[in-house]
């Protein structure tokens, strides 16, 4: 199985969740084992190879250093990439953050399927993992354990009873990442998004940005999109994260209660864990049981 790459350049622009200002975002194709690579295209920063290391902040968003600036927000743009199986790509954004959009991923898979995906001349490498590693940290916990695929499993438990507890499993394959993962949107309550903006902070959020909850209430005219959009949306942003580790994974992800930060130290700690992978190289793969490229853009309903 080959690595790939877009076939054309994508360029997209929406406002930013943090700064509600308006965000310009370019993605191009790359060069195998080129890996994603973001840089600020409003400054002198040159393009900085993403990993579980570039990221300095987890409050609110995923935040990864680029040169003497940083880019927010990259979690939604990371799990389209490696949800529709992109290994190599260079971004350029315009501003502090990469756009949101509906807060979901969905436009970022429907740009990129419109954009093309294109077999590269070099193998593609995989991280199998073989034996179980766990994360524990203030009540929540993540692990990973072997598996032939990579799958996700994730619970999550909030008092609020429009949310309440939801379990979530996906096998993660291009098709069921872009249909059942990525159309998930971010989440507030209405009185924390109301202190947020108090302290100049998700300036960008509101109904078209993420679902707000108010009480039992979920204020978007529209409702939710999935009875377990909450959960799904966790799984997204945990694609997104885990993604920084470089390359595809075999392996089963369990989660409890997780959110960014924990997601971030997980990664950092599986490649500190070197005797519990392995690197591969798959070149007669299934094509089918990791990349599916048959795929149209979904609706944004």
């Known amino acids: 199985m080959k690595q790939r790459t877009l076939k054309n350049t994508i360029e997209m622009e929406s406002i930013g969740l943090h700064t509600g200002e308006k965000m310009q975002v370019t993605i191009h194709p790359a060069y195998p084992d080129t890996g994603i690579c973001f840089r600020r ?3 002198e920063s040159e393009y900085t190879r993403v990993s579980p290391y570039t990221v300095t902040s987890t409050q609110l968003a995923t935040t990864i250093q680029c040169g003497n600036q940083t880019i927010s927000t990259i979690e939604h743009l ?3 990439l490696y949800g529709l199986g992109v290994d190599n790509a260079k971004i ?18 429907n740009a990129i399927l419109d954009a093309g995906i294109v077999e590269q001349a070099k193998a593609r490498k995989f991280i199998k ?12 916990w993540i692990e990973i354990i072997p598996s032939r695929f990579f799958k996700v499993t994730f619970d999550i438990e909030f008092e609020n009873e429009s949310i309440g507890q939801q379990k979530g499993y996906f096998n993660v394959t291009p098709e069921s990442f872009s249909k059942e993962l990525a159309p998930a949107r971010t989440f507030g309550f209405k009185n924390e998004v109301e202190q947020l903006w108090q302290m100049g902070l998700a300036k960008g959020g509101g109904l078209d ?10 204020l978007n005219p529209e409702g939710l999109r999935f009875n377990d959009e909450f959960v799904r949306h966790k799984m997204l942003d945990l694609v997104g994260d885990i993604s920084l580790l470089g390359y595809p994974i075999f392996g089963h992800i369990r989660a409890y209660k997780s959110g960014h930060n924990l997601n971030n130290l997980f990664a950092r700690t599986l490649i500190e864990s ?6 591969i190289e798959l070149p007669d793969i299934d094509p089918a049981l990791i990349n599916n490229l048959e795929l149209k853009p979904q609706g944004m309903s």
């Open 78 to 80: 990371m799990a389209a």
């Open 129 to 140: 993992f073989k034996k179980r590693i766990r994360l524990e940290k203030d009540g929540k």
């Open 92 to 109: 350029d954004v315009r501003g502090p953050e990469v756009p949101v959009f509906d807060g979901s991923a969905t436009a970022f898979v």
């Open 209 to 218: 940005t993420a679902v707000v909850i108010d009480g039992k209430d979920v």
């Open 41 to 43: 295209s409003d400054t």
């Open 274 to 279: 070197a005797n519990f992978y392995s690197i």
